[in-house]
C-alpha cells in the first residue's frame, strides 16, 4: 500500500543536523506512529514520505523552511524576573510555557539571565536548521474512522486509551 493522505504509517527515524551530530532517532522496536497528512510530520518529511510504502528506507533533506521554520528575530524577548512564576531560579535552559496570542500555551527557552530580566525564546529549537533524516517506513494501513476522529494512531506505534 503506497503512502497517502489518512495513511496510518510507522517509522524508524534517525534525524541528524547538518554537522552529522545525532538530534533524535526512534527507540529500538518502537516506530514513531503517525496519520498521514495531518501534519504530524514537519512538511518536507511529509512530502519525502508521500507515494512510498513498507519496507521503503531512504535519507532526506529538509530545509529550515520545510522543517521548523526560520528562526524569528522577534520571537526573542525580554522578559522581567517579577512575572517569571515563582519557586526556581531561572537559569540558562529552562523552558518555561507562555500564553500564545492564539490563546494556546507556547514553549519558551531561557537563554539569557539578567539582574531584572532574563531573555526567553520562542522559537522551536530546531527552527533555522537543515534537518538530515534517515528514513525506513516500517508498516502502512489505512486510518480506521476512530483514529481519523481522534486524530492520532491508535494501538502498536500509537497512543492507546
Do not use: C, W
Not at 547538518?18 to 526512534?26: C, R
Not at 521548523?68 to 517579577?82: H, N, S
Not at 512564576?85 to 500555551?105: D, F, T, W
Amino acid at each position: 500500500m503506497k503512502i497517502e493522505q489518512n495513511s496510518v504509517v510507522t517509522i524508524n527515524y534517525t534525524l541528524k543536523n547538518a554537522g552529522g551530530e545525532i538530534i533524535d532517532k526512534s527507540e529500538a522496536g518502537e516506530p514513531l506512529g503517525y496519520i498521514h497528512g495531518h501534519g504530524n510530520l514537519v512538511p518536507g518529511l511529509e512530502r519525502a514520505i508521500e507515494g512510498r510504502q513498507a519496507g521503503d528506507s531512504f535519507d532526506v533533506v529538509v530545509s529550515a523552511e520545510d522543517g521548523y521554520g526560520p528562526r524569528r528575530p522577534e520571537a526573542v524577548v525580554e522578559i522581567p524576573r517579577g512575572q517569571l512564576p515563582g519557586g526556581a531560579e531561572p537559569e540558562v535552559g529552562m523552558q518555561l510555557m507562555a500564553g500564545s496570542p492564539e490563546g494556546g500555551a507556547m514553549p519558551l527557552t531561557l537563554i539569557a539571565i539578567g539582574e531584572e530580566f532574563v531573555t526567553a525564546d520562542a522559537n522551536h529549537p530546531l527552527a533555522g536548521q537543515e534537518l538530515h533524516f534517515s528514513i525506513a517506513i516500517a508498516t502502512v494501513r489505512s486510518a480506521t474512522e476512530e483514529e481519523l476522529s481522534h486524530g492520532h494512531v491508535h494501538g502498536p506505534g500509537g497512543h492507546h486509551h
